[in-house]
């Protein structure tokens, strides 16, 4: 997450690594979080946040974020990032801040507080750094990524109330919540767009339950939506993002089918 500033409302991400794969969407959806966090006054947290995938990254390339303010009220911040790699747009973001107000604290049911769910078997998750996911006890029948699964932070976030944001950010672009609707011929695909709404603070450290659910496959689009609960069900995040979902190129057929993979002894 260290970002170096450039210049005023300008800042970089230095991070870079060699991988076989487009830079991780989380990682510059959180990273854009914590570029637009420097112009806002630190008492004010991001509440929603809405970002669009435009062009697949280079995680070998640094990254350059430009945060433009678009208001600064008596409790509301709104501001935009925008993602370049060498000059290109590859993300962009709108993004509020509040300071929060007294209101009650409520909250309709969730999976994780009316179903009891425990914790299942060790699940490994594709690509994701620093974190450590557990399945459940009551999974989905899904075809590739899961759809509900426990997961955790285990670098230690400390108490900065913005990184434990950043790192839920970070998280919530990990899986698909369409994998029930995934067949043999057609799957989801790369991220299109991406929503986030923050309810209440999370500590990233403890165990999260990802509870994502299908909405609707057509023209070569693909939506779900869900929720990011504490252990206790109390519900921290709600999510929703639209993928592609196309039918399968013959080398991709190949490649899920296993043809021409060598064989385990």
Known sequence: MQLEKIDKNIYRA?????EPYALYGGQVAAQSVHAAALTVDAERKPHSLHGYFLRPGNAARPTVFQVFRD???GSYSARRVVATQDGDVIFNMAINFTRGNESPDLQG???AAQQEIRFGDPSPMPRM???EARSTDQPFETTDYPVRFWARCTEDLGDSELLHICALTYLSDISSGLGAFNTEEFKSGSSLDHSLWFHRPVNMNDWVLCDYAPRSA???RGLYNGDITTQDG???ASVAQEALFRRLTP???QHYRGIGRPKKD
């Open 14 to 18: 230095g991070y870079v690594f060699d």
């Open 71 to 73: 208001r600064d009220g």
């Open 109 to 111: 049911p969730t999976a």
């Open 129 to 131: 750094f620093s974190f």
């Open 218 to 220: 057509a023209y070569g």
């Open 234 to 236: 109390v519900l921290v």
């Open 251 to 253: 080398e991709q057929l």
